[in-house]
C-alpha cells in the first residue's frame, strides 16, 4: 500500500502537494504534462527528495527518516541504470549486496532473475555491449532479485521503440502479476498505460488531479485538464 | 580552407619554425650531442619534479573534489571559486605568497629550505592540486544523477560509491589530466627560475635561459631545447589522446544531490580535507593581500609597468583570438588542434631562443621587445583561446550552416550578422583568457626585456631579485587584483550557459 497524505514539496518556486492512496498490488499508471511533478513524486516516494510537510507511509509504515536504501522500494530509470564497467550479472548481483558478496543460494538467484529477464547468455557482456532494452532488463532483474514490493518506474522504457516497449511492459505485467508488486509507472504513452495499468494517477501542476481506473480515465470528459491533456487521444482510438 | 585560416596557420608555422631553426643550425654546427653530466642532471630533475609535483597535486585533488562534490555547506561556491585563483595568479606573485609563508623569516619561521626541490614542490602543489582537484569535480558533477539515487536505492555506503559511481568516472580522465599537470611543471619556468637553487635544482627550461642570458652559449642552450622540445612533444601528444580534457576552468554544472557522505564521521572527514585544502591554497594568497596593502604606494615603476603589462596583454589576447578563431572551424579541427599544440609543445624560452639568435644577428632585440613579448603571449595563450572558441564554433556552425547556405549568408557578412554576435560571449571568454595568460607571463620579458621595458610580473621579479620584498609585495597585490578581475569575468561567462 501506498499513502501520501498532503506532501508538500518545493521545486524552485513550484509548489506542489500530493495526496494518494493505491492498493498492495495496484498497477497504476501516472501520467500528466511535462514538469507537473510526476517524476518528482516517484522521487518523493523513493526518498531521494524530502517533503517540507505531510505524510509517506509504504505497506503502511511511516517513511519519515527513512533512507532510500531501507524503503520497500525498486526503482527504474530512463537511462543510468548500469554501471558501465561491471558485466550484467554484477549490476544485477548489486540488486542483493553492495560489496559483490554473494553466497551459493544468492547466486543462484541472481542466475534465475537474469534467465527470467531473459538475460541469460548475456551474463558477462558489459551494458556497452548490449542494446538499451537489454539494458532495462538488466534493471528489471535487479529489481526482482531484491524483491521489494513496490516497484517505481521513472519513464523506463521512454527511449524503446514500440515493440520493445510493449516487450518490456509484458515482462513488468507478467512480475506485477506473479510476485503481487505495487507498480507505479510514470509514462508519457497514453497506449501503455492502457495495455498495462489498472490505473491512471493524473498529476497537474503539482497536485494529483485524479486517480481513477484505466478505461474510466481515457473515456470520462468530466474533468477540463485531462481532457485537454488527452485532446481527441481517445476518440481516435 | 579559408583564407583566415590558411593565414593564421602560415603565422603560427613562421613563428615556430623561426623560432626552431636557428636552434637547430647552431645546435649541428657546434655539436649538439655533448652529453654533458649538466644535461643529464638537468633533464633528471625536470622530470624528477614534475612526476613528484604531479603526483602529491593528484593525490590531494581526488580527497578535495570528492569532499566538495558530496557536501552541501554555505561558502561551497566560495571554496571552489578560490581554486580557480592559483591557476589565474600570475606565477611569481603566488611565488612572492609562499616566500612569504614558508621562508626564512617567514609565517612558519623558516622551517626548512626553500629554495630547492621541497620549494618547488611547494609552488607547484600550490597551482596544480586545485586545477586537479577542479578538473576531477567535473568529471564527478557529469555523473548522472541516476547513479546516486540508484546507489542509494542499492545501499551503497561511502567507499562503494567511490568504487562503483565515482572511481569509474574519475579513472579515464586521471591520465589526461595527470599528463597535463606535468606538461605544466616540465615548462614551468617561474617558479624554478625564483625558487630553485642552482646547477643542482634547475629545469631544461630555465636552463635554456641560464645557457643564454648568463652563459651566452647557444649550443648548450640548443640541446637542452631539442631534449625540452622532444619531452614536451611526446607528452602533449600523449595528452592529445585525452579527449575532453580542458585547459583553464571547466564549467561546473548544477551540484548533484548526494546520499552518501551524511554520517557524522563521513563530514567531518570531508571537512578537514576542506579546511587542508584551505590550507595550502589560502595562506600564500593572504600573505600577498596582507603584505601588499602594507606597502601599497605608488611607486614611480609601478604605473608604466602596470601600463605596459595591459598593453601587451591586450594586444596578445587580441592577436590569440585572431590567430584562434579561422582555425576554430570544425573542418579543420585537425590542423586547428595540430597548430595550437604546436605552440604548446615548443616551450616559449625555446622560441623566445630561436627569436633572440636570429634577430641578434640582424639588427638586435630592442626595438621589437614589445612586438617579440606579444607575439610570443599570444601564442602561449593560443591554446586556451583555441580551447573555448573551437566548440563554440562547431556548435553555432552546427546550428547555422545550412541555413546561412540557404539565405546565401557567407563571408564578411556572415561574420557581422551570424557570427560575431552569436560567438560574442565565448569571444569575450577567449580573449579574457589569453589575457590572464599574458598578463603573469614572465618567460617572454624575462628574455626580452630591457631596463625601460618592464611588465607588472618583471617588476616584481626585479624587485625580489634586490630583495625590495615589500614593493614586491605591493606590485604583486596590483597584480593579483587585476587576475582576480579576470578570473571573475571568465568564472560568470563560463558558468551562465551552465544547464540550470
Known sequence: MIRLERVRFLYEDMEMEFSLDVERGSFVAVTGPSGAGKSTLLALIAGFETQVSGSIHLDTRDMADVPPEQRPVSMIFQDHNTFSHLDLWKNVALGISPGLRLDKTQRARVDEAMSLAGLGELKHRLPGEISGGERQRVAIARALVRDRPILLLDEAFASLGPALRRDMLDLVKTLHKDRGLTVLMVSHQPEDARYAAGQVAFVHQGRILALRPTLKFFTARDIPEIADYLGDWSAAR | ?500
Open chain 2, 1 to 500: 580552407m579559408k583564407p583566415g585560416g590558411i593565414f593564421a596557420l602560415a603565422a603560427i608555422l613562421l613563428a615556430v619554425i623561426a623560432g626552431l631553426a636557428p636552434v637547430v643550425v647552431i645546435g649541428l654546427s657546434e655539436g649538439l650531442m655533448r652529453a654533458d653530466p649538466y644535461l643529464f642532471r638537468v633533464i633528471r630533475f625536470t622530470l624528477l619534479q614534475a612526476a613528484l609535483s604531479t603526483i602529491i597535486s593528484i593525490l590531494l585533488a581526488i580527497p578535495i573534489a570528492r569532499a566538495l562534490a558530496r557536501q552541501r555547506f554555505p561558502g561551497r561556491f566560495l571554496i571552489v571559486r578560490l581554486f580557480m585563483l592559483p591557476l589565474a595568479l600570475p606565477a611569481i606573485v603566488a611565488i612572492l605568497g609562499i616566500v612569504t609563508v614558508y621562508g626564512a623569516g617567514g609565517w612558519l619561521g623558516g622551517a626548512f629550505d626553500l629554495y630547492g626541490l621541497a620549494g618547488i614542490l611547494i609552488a607547484h602543489v600550490f597551482f596544480n592540486a586545485p586545477l586537479s582537484a577542479r578538473l576531477i569535480l567535473s568529471r564527478l558533477e557529469t555523473i548522472p544523477p541516476e547513479s546516486f539515487r540508484l546507489g542509494a536505492n542499492l545501499g551503497f555506503h561511502g567507499a562503494q560509491v567511490f568504487r562503483l559511481i565515482e572511481w569509474p568516472q574519475i579513472r579515464p580522465a586521471l591520465a589526461g589530466i595527470a599528463t597535463l599537470i606535468f606538461l605544466l611543471c616540465t615548462a614551468s619556468f617561474a617558479v624554478v627560475l625564483t625558487l630553485g637553487g642552482g646547477p643542482q635544482a634547475t629545469t631544461l627550461e630555465v636552463a635554456i635561459y641560464q645557457a643564454l642570458r648568463f652563459d651566452f652559449d647557444p649550443a648548450r642552450a640548443t640541446a637542452l631545447a631539442l631534449v625540452q622540445v622532444a619531452i614536451c612533444c611526446a607528452l602533449a601528444l600523449y595528452a592529445g589522446r585525452f579527449t575532453g580534457l580542458t585547459l583553464g576552468a571547466p564549467p561546473l554544472r548544477r551540484t548533484q544531490i548526494r546520499y552518501d557522505g551524511t554520517a557524522p564521521l563521513s563530514r567531518i572527514g570531508d571537512a578537514l580535507i576542506l579546511l587542508a585544502s584551505l590550507a595550502i591554497v589560502l595562506p600564500p594568497i593572504v600573505a600577498v593581500v596582507m603584505s601588499g596593502m602594507a606597502g601599497l604606494r605608488l611607486d614611480r615603476d609601478l604605473i608604466p609597468a602596470m601600463l605596459t603589462s595591459l598593453g601587451l596583454a591586450g594586444s596578445a589576447a587580441i592577436l590569440a583570438a585572431c590567430l584562434a578563431w579561422p582555425l576554430a572551424a570544425p573542418r579543420f579541427a585537425t590542423l586547428g588542434n595540430l597548430a595550437t599544440l604546436g605552440a604548446y609543445i615548443i616551450p616559449p624560452a625555446v622560441l623566445a631562443t630561436g627569436w633572440f639568435i636570429l634577430l641578434s644577428r640582424y639588427s638586435g632585440t630592442n626595438a621589437l621587445a614589445p612586438v617579440l613579448v606579444i607575439a610570443l603571449n599570444a601564442l602561449m595563450a593560443l591554446p586556451f583561446a583555441y580551447g573555448v572558441l573551437a566548440p563554440a564554433v562547431a556548435e553555432a556552425g552546427s546550428r547555422h550552416d545550412r541555413l546561412c547556405a540557404g539565405l546565401g549568408i557567407a563571408g564578411f557578412n556572415r561574420f557581422r550578422l551570424i557570427d560575431l554576435p552569436a560567438l560574442k560571449r565565448p569571444l569575450t571568454l577567449a580573449l579574457v583568457m589569453a589575457g590572464i595568460v599574458s598578463l603573469g607571463d614572465l618567460t617572454a620579458i624575462t628574455l626580452f626585456g630591457t631596463q625601460d621595458f618592464v611588465t607588472l610580473p618583471s617588476l616584481i621579479y626585479r624587485q625580489m631579485g634586490s630583495y625590495r620584498m615589500e614593493q614586491a609585495a605591493a606590485t604583486s597585490l596590483v597584480l593579483a587584483l587585476f587576475a582576480f578581475v579576470l578570473i571573475t569575468v571568465t568564472e560568470s561567462l563560463g558558468t551562465r550557459d551552465d544547464p540550470a
